[in-house]
């Protein structure tokens, strides 16, 4: 990826951020000066002319979440939009769904929660989620959205990065007492005014079912524009604590329809929500947003092993699902050994996240009987799908194209020089529904985008003929432990807290079940005691971070390789790890 070579069949398109007509900063270190949301310096948003170049191509259609459920449900009202079969099996039409949101959103109001508020929002898969999620969207207060698995550290960051006015949890999920964490983050956090407790006894804190009004109360209220932020979505990350990302109705309503589009969704749909509702893929691809957009059904899955999800496919006749790749092979491997459940109904499943093997992607259809369909996606915008038209050899192969005709595709070297077609390299991208910059962090932005716009996925891929995109690897400092991202540098910090660590590197180490687990490559200092590798990780747990950032190993070792110019090289210890785990897998 270091030769120079001529302009790929995507060159880049030129166009800089001139004078736009928002808010204009200063760009860092001679950048052109970039449009920012107004009140909210160091957060970038589209030029004006992408801006018009989107809304006069009919991409973004001025619509609003809040108003799109109110149209669906004057459409459709007494359809049924969410099924919750661990709330007692309710489920809501699309007008008690549009009701509660609103009713919840007026509470939210007389709680002083208002227009452009942030709220940390920590919901599992339960139709409450829907509910508080529209009743925000209304009132245009931002949700923030935390994974059920993020602990004390991770969400007293996000309350007091946001400076978050509010807190939603779900009382005791999954054996966790989320009570107690939120009253921690309190004890952490003073600005925050308001823990809410979706279910059960709430404790100390404001229970869901008092968060109600008059819906009247919304009249008066000013309201989201299409062009504003929607919602606060987090980042896979890289660096020592999670990033923002920043997305608005316009934007992600865009890549809400073209999924459905893609997806074949209609008003006949069932979309059974198995990974955390909060993530991105779930969330939109096409999701439970997407399904409510197309009008279809949405079922909330409360755990996603098979036998939970398959009894439930044949009961809702559930048509569509999106899973990580670890699950799609625990369902292959359950339904080719014979299930006893009718999965009949299912006619796509989605797999990304993560690198989906070629040889599990071939034993989806055989033995689930439905049509595999790969999503290449990231919370900051860009989504990839195989088509469900494309050939077999195509969809088992690639992880798709993009959604959009004007999302740009530039595939460069480490010199950001394009790459012919077929070529690998990294993979950079700008387009309608990818944000220009991370939620008021001018650093990271300079890092993570070009002067022109394109974000820096860190992903490395080549495009095939056809226009589909393949991963090949990575080059951020990132673990995908089974679509679930783990930023190298977070863990490190944390590891780099106990008095015995003189350094620690933490990098990927070969799974066949995740793709990928976390191994920390720890140098103790001189004169530090004896110390158990049992320790480090119960050092990590320790300090209040989501599980599946623990390491999963841990090697001591006196001296880190280094590369050339003397930094570690974490590629020499990944190959270690690799080498050690061929010699001895169960040690
Ligand atoms: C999805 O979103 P994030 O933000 O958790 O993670 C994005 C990153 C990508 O940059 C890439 O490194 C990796 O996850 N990834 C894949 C992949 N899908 C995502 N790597 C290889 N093959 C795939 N199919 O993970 C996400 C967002 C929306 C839809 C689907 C996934």
Redesign the pocket.
């Known amino acids: 990826m270091t030769e120079h070579t001529e302009h790929a069949e995507y060159p880049a398109v030129t166009g800089h951020a001139g004078h736009t007509g928002h808010a204009e900063h200063a760009g860092h270190a001679g950048r052109p000066a970039v449009a920012e949301y107004p009140g909210h310096p160091g957060t970038p948003t589209w030029p004006a002319e992408f801006a018009e170049r989107y809304r006069a191509a009919g991409h973004w259609r001025g619509e609003t979440f809040g108003r799109m459920l109110r149209e669906r449900a004057a459409a459709h009202g007494d359809r049924v939009a969410v099924v919750d079969p661990a709330g007692d099996g309710r489920r809501w039409t699309y007008a008690e769904l549009d009701e509660r949101a609103d009713r919840t959103a007026a509470g939210l109001l007389a709680l002083g929660v208002a227009k452009g508020d942030r709220v940390v929002l920590q919901l599992p898969n339960t139709a409450e989620f829907l509910q508080v999620v529209f009743a925000l969207f209304r009132i245009g207060a931002l949700p923030v959205f935390a994974l059920p698995a993020h602990r004390v550290t991770e969400i007293a960051h996000f309350c007091e990065f946001a400076e978050a006015v509010a807190y939603v949890v779900p009382g005791v999920h999954g054996g966790f007492d989320y009570r107690v964490l939120a009253d921690e983050v309190r004890a952490r956090v003073p600005g925050l005014r308001h823990v809410i407790v979706a279910d059960g006894d709430p404790g100390a804190h404001t229970p869901l079912s008092a968060v109600t009004a008059d819906p009247a109360a919304l009249d008066g209220a000013p309201a989201p524009a299409p062009h504003e932020m929607a919602f606060l ?4 990350g890289t660096t020592g604590v999670p990033k923002l ?1 920043p997305r608005t109705h316009d934007d992600y309503l865009y890549s809400l329809r073209g999924s459905a589009e893609i997806c074949g969704l209609d008003g006949d749909s069932v979309y059974l929500c198995v990974l955390p509702a909060a ?3 779930p969330l ?2 096409p999701g439970t947003l997407g399904t409510l957009y197309a009008g279809g059904r949405v079922v909330m899955c409360p755990d996603p092993g098979p036998d939970t999800a398959f009894p439930l496919i044949e009961r809702e006749g559930v048509t569509v699902t ?1 899973l ?2 670890p699950l799609a092979l625990v369902w292959t491997e359950s339904a080719a050994a014979g299930t006893g459940h009718d999965l009949s109904s299912l006619k796509v499943l ?7 093997s070629e040889e599990a992607a071939r034993r989806v259809r055989p033995a689930l009987g439905c049509t595999l369909q ?7 915008g860009l ?2 799908y195989t088509r469900l038209d494309d050939p077999e050899e195509v969809i088992v192969t690639t ?2 194209r993009p959604i959009s005709p004007d999302d740009e595709i530039r595939i460069v070297d480490d010199a950001d020089n394009d790459l012919p077609v077929g070529a690998t390299g990294h ?1 950079l991208t700008r387009g309608p529904y990818t944000v220009r910059g991370y939620y008021r962090a001018p650093g990271h932005n300079a890092a993570s985008f070009t002067a022109d716009g394109f974000y820096r ?3 490395v891929v080549r495009m095939t003929e056809t226009g589909h995109l393949v ?1 090949e690897g ?1 080059a ?1 400092d ?1 673990i ?1 432990r089974g ?3 783990v930023a190298a540098e977070e863990v490190e910090n944390h590891i780099l807290a106990h008095p015995a660590v003189h350094d620690a590197a933490v990098v990927s180490m070969p799974d066949p079940y995740l793709g990928e687990r976390t191994c920390a490559w720890v140098i103790l200092r001189s004169g530090a005691g004896p110390v158990k590798r049992s320790e480090i990780v119960r050092f990590v747990r320790g300090r209040g971070l989501a599980a599946f950032k623990v390491p999963d190993r841990v090697e001591f070792v006196d001296a880190f390789p280094s590369t050339g110019i003397g930094k570690v090289s974490k590629k020499d210890l990944r190959a270690a790890i690799a080498a050690q785990l061929r010699e001895a897998p169960r040690a």
């Open positions: 979505q987090l980042s896979g990302i993530h991105n893929f939109s691809s999106g990580v790749p989605l797999v990304g996240g993560a690198k989906f790969q999503v290449f996606g990231m919370a900051e989504v990839n992880q798709g993979l996925t860190g992903d991963v990575r951020k990132q995908n679509g679930e991202k």
